[in-house]
């Protein structure tokens, strides 16, 4: 079992950054893939990035490419997702994910946290 705990969500104006937290309990951390997922308002929830668990492979959604930056502490046991430029249609319930493989975690996570709000106003 992991339990996953998202911090850092909250309102910031169009073309600002936040930086979301994951803190994670349970079996050893580095095990573990680790993503980041969102969910808007009247949509399906989406995936936003990914890490593996020695922090060296990263996969984005094309959405936040160039603009979000995943990474990982496994000393911490904590997991990172840093956004610059946001935008309103950033705006939406972020979860932290976590599965024994990055296809996985990217697809069809086992563990969730219960998420953090963030909202980009225009």
């Not at 600002?16 to 993503?35: E, V």
């Not at 979860?95 to 709000?117: F, K």
């Amino acid at each position: 079992q992991v339990q996953l705990v998202e911090s850092g969500g909250g309102l910031v104006q169009a073309g600002g950054s936040l930086r979301l937290s994951c803190a994670a309990s349970g079996r050893t951390f580095s095990n573990y893939a680790m993503a980041w997922f969102r969910q808007a308002p009247g949509k399906e929830r989406e995936f936003v990035a990914a890490i593996g668990g020695n922090g060296r492979i990263t996969y984005y959604a094309d959405s936040v490419k160039g603009r979000f930056t995943i990474s990982r502490d496994n000393a911490k046991n904590r997991v990172y997702l840093q956004m610059n430029n946001l935008r309103p249609e950033d705006t939406a319930v972020y979860y932290c994910a976590a599965d024994n493989s990055l296809s996985d975690v990217r697809s069809a996570p086992t563990y969730w946290g219960r998420g953090t709000q963030v909202t980009v106003s225009s």
